[in-house]
Structure formats: structure tokens, C-alpha cells
């Protein structure tokens, strides 16, 4: 919320369609043990928070070309003659098109995912008696259940998983009649269910001549964190920072170096507090043993230095020093 206000200047007004949650109550692990916790946030549908973004870039800086590429359709045609030619054309291209970036789909870069497992959406009506205000979770031996009330008594339920035989709509409606604390919460659904990747990931490289990748185009976390919006905020903000500071003439090579090592950091970080949770869930099945194996590996794989050269300053990288520290 914080980087929503200083960065795009965004006003309590403009949070009119979001929706208070209070608190959390979670059923962690194969026990009984319930824990409530506070942690006020605000729940808000993506579409709208796009929405309120795209209109405050437009406002506040409307000599930005929105990417002519923003069709789905020219981005599927997208090769690498038509890439070079918008390298030629821009000082640089920065890449946010997501898990299935550009880069990766021309070759330039490779994706390094970690595990296969999936989220299962769906809105669902919640009991008039519910407490509106709270978000649960809870794990069961094949997984985790999340519930996030949107207002009006809806909620948006989801359905952690590490592979699924069946279709979707099946699969998360066995683990609803398996849950205890969110199945009293629900009354029935009303939405289609969605499905989509919820592995961490990571583009190797993840910037080169000209191009940097930001947010879900550069890596991509667990969604059990809550970072994921918050990471690729800071994401985009170094990589402003790394563009500024080649742009007033320091190294290159040394500037997208520490581009990478802050993400890699990142991704350090955000893979032992999955393991962390994960480690602690109980679950049973051979799925998620071999999703927690590949974390661990490409944990390893990934161990970094935190020797950071750079610090950031008003969107550009500045030598690091203890008042940057």
C-alpha cells in the first residue's frame, strides 16, 4: 500500500471498491490447533487495481507509449526478427508480459521453474453469519485452502495443489467437504472455476542488451506469501533505478549485475519461507514431497551473495553506503 502511494501517487479515494480485512484464522498442519491473527489489509479484484494503474499512468505521465504490443494476438506473434527490430527502435524494453514472457517465447532467455503446483480458483457465497472481516487458511494432506471475502458476502476461494487427476471444479470441491474451519464459512459457489501456474519461477537471465524483466516476467513467487504484488512493485522500482543510473553513465555490466543478485536475493529469501510452511504442513502425498525436493535443490542452486554494491535513491542506483545500508 505504501509503494501504491509514494510511486503512483494513489489516494484513499481511489480505494472505493476495496474491501477491509481484519484478520486471519489459520489451521496450519494436522492438528487442531486454530490461530487468529491481525493483519489488516485491503482485498481488491485485480482487474480493478489494472484499471486504477493504467488510468494513473496515463494522468500523470502521458507521454509513456502504452506497449503497442498490448494485444494478446501480436504478443502470440511475436518472434525475434519483430523483438530486434523494437530493441533498434527503444533505448530499452522493459518486459512485464508475465510467467510466459517474450524473452522466453524468442529464446532469449530460459525459465527455471520450481515444482508444478497449481491454483484452483473460484468466487463462492458466504454465510450471512460469517464473519465478513476475516480470511481464513487451512492445509489438508493434499493441499491448502484459502478464503478471502471480496464484500456482499462473496469470497474468492482457492485451492493450493500439487497435481490433480480430476477436473478442477471436482478436485476443489473434495477438499471444501475435507476442510473444518472454511466449509462452515461457505454456502454454495457461484463462480467457474479457474486454474493457473502458482510454482515459484525464475528467467535466466533476466536482462540483457537493452531489455530488463520485471514483476512475473523475471520471477515469480508461491501466492501462500503475499508478496507476490509487492515484489514486483520493488522489481519494477530497481529496475528504474539500474536504467537511471546506466543512463548517467555507471557500469553497464556492473548495474544489471546487481539488477540480478537483488532478484536472486529475492527468490533466496522467498524460498525458505516456503519451505518454512511448507516443511510444517503435513501433508502426505508423493506430489508435494517432490515439490519441496525441488525447492530445496534450486535453493541451493541459487545461493547468493549479499554483498550489494548499489543502493536505490530517488529511482536511481547510488554506490551503497551505511545511509543506504
Avoid at 112 to 128: C, D, F, L, P, Y
Amino acid at each position: 500500500m505504501d509503494i501504491l502511494k509514494d510511486v503512483w501517487q494513489v489516494k484513499e479515494d481511489d480505494f472505493i471498491y476495496s474491501f477491509d480485512v481484519c484478520k486471519r484464522i489459520i489451521r496450519w498442519g494436522n492438528n487442531e490447533n486454530i490461530s487468529t491473527i491481525k493483519h489488516p489489509y485491503r482485498a481488491l479484484r485485480k482487474e480493478i487495481l489494472f484499471g486504477l494503474l493504467h488510468d494513473k499512468l496515463i494522468i500523470e505521465h502521458d507521454d509513456i507509449k502504452i506497449n503497442v504490443f498490448y494485444d494478446k494476438s501480436k504478443l502470440l506473434s511475436m518472434n525475434l526478427t519483430v523483438f530486434q527490430y523494437i530493441l533498434q527502435s527503444f533505448d530499452w524494453v522493459i518486459d512485464a508480459t508475465g510467467r510466459n514472457s517474450i524473452v522466453k517465447q524468442i529464446g532469449f532467455a530460459k525459465n527455471h521453474a520450481i515444482g508444478h503446483r497449481k491454483i484452483i480458483s473460484t468466487e463462492v457465497k458466504m454465510h450471512n453469519q460469517s464473519n465478513i472481516n476475516t480470511m481464513y487458511i487451512e492445509t489438508l494432506h493434499d493441499g491448502w485452502l484459502l478464503l478471502t471475502p471480496i464484500g456482499e458476502n462473496k469470497g474468492i476461494l482457492q485451492a493450493m495443489i500439487a497435481n490433480y487427476k480430476f477436473e478442477p471444479h471436482i478436485v476443489i470441491e473434495n477438499m471444501l467437504k475435507r476442510a473444518v474451519i472454511i466449509k462452515s464459512q461457505i454456502s454454495h459457489s457461484i463462480g467457474s472455476v479457474s486454474l493457473f501456474d502458482a510454482f515459484p519461477q525464475i528467467t535466466d537471465p533476466l536482462c540483457g542488451f537493452k531489455w530488463i524483466s520485471i514483476g512475473d516476467s523475471a520471477i515469480s513467487f508461491d501466492p501462500l506469501s503475499g508478496d507476490g504484488i509487492g515484489s514486483a512493485l520493488k522489481c519494477a522500482l530497481l529496475a528504474s533505478g539500474v536504467i537511471n543510473g546506466i543512463s548517467q553513465g555507471m557500469s553497464k555490466e556492473k548495474c544489471l549485475n546487481h539488477y540480478s543478485t537483488r532478484l536472486r536475493k529475492a527468490l533466496v529469501d522467498h524460498l525458505g519461507e516456503c519451505l518454512r510452511y511448507y516443511l510444517s504442513s503435513k501433508f502426505t502425498s508423493l506430489a508435494w514431497d517432490e515439490e519441496i525436493r525441488l525447492m530445496i535443490k534450486l535453493l541451493r542452486h541459487l545461493k547468493t551473495s549479499s554483498d550489494f554494491l548499489y543502493g536505490l535513491n530517488n529511482y536511481c542506483l547510488v554506490p551503497l553506503t551505511d545511509e543506504f545500508n
